[in-house]
């Protein structure tokens, strides 16, 4: 069974910094690419940075230069550091893993992934 499970959330005031991780289980880690997308209320889910097996990265244009995804591919994890945070970055934070190990893909896409955990909510407060 594919299982991803969210961890870090929490309340921030601005400009304050918050780790989320996202563990998988290996047979659904390994290969794949990850990423982490966030909804906000009454918002449509949004991009938010994405990272590929051999680890080159994908940013929003809105978090660039404050948050920063990574991967553990030993411990099948993959992390999102965020700093700077800001109130309008208040959202449930989810990760999910690419539908395939086929390199190239729009991984801003929400439809290139197949998997998708239960999501962290992350409150800034101004």
């Known amino acids: 069974q594919v299982q991803l499970v969210e961890s870090g959330g929490g309340l921030v005031q601005a400009g304050g910094s918050l780790r989320l991780s996202c563990v998988a289980s290996?047979?659904?880690?390994?290969?794949?690419?990850m990423g982490w997308f966030r909804q906000a209320d009454g918002k449509e889910r949004e991009f938010v940075a994405a990272v590929s097996w051999s680890g080159s990265t994908y940013y929003a244009d809105s978090v660039k230069g404050r948050f920063t995804i990574s991967r553990d591919n030993a411990k099948n994890t993959v992390y999102l550091q965020m700093n700077s945070l800001k109130p309008e970055d208040t959202a449930i934070y989810t990760c999910?893993?690419?539908?395939?190990?086929?390199?190239?893909?729009?991984?801003?896409?929400?439809?290139?992934?197949?998997?998708w955990g239960q999501g962290t909510q992350v409150t800034v407060s101004s």
């Open positions: 999910a893993r690419g539908r395939t190990v086929v390199a190239g893909r729009d991984l801003t896409s929400p439809y290139e992934y197949s998997y």
């Open positions: 290996r047979r659904t880690f390994s290969g794949y690419p």
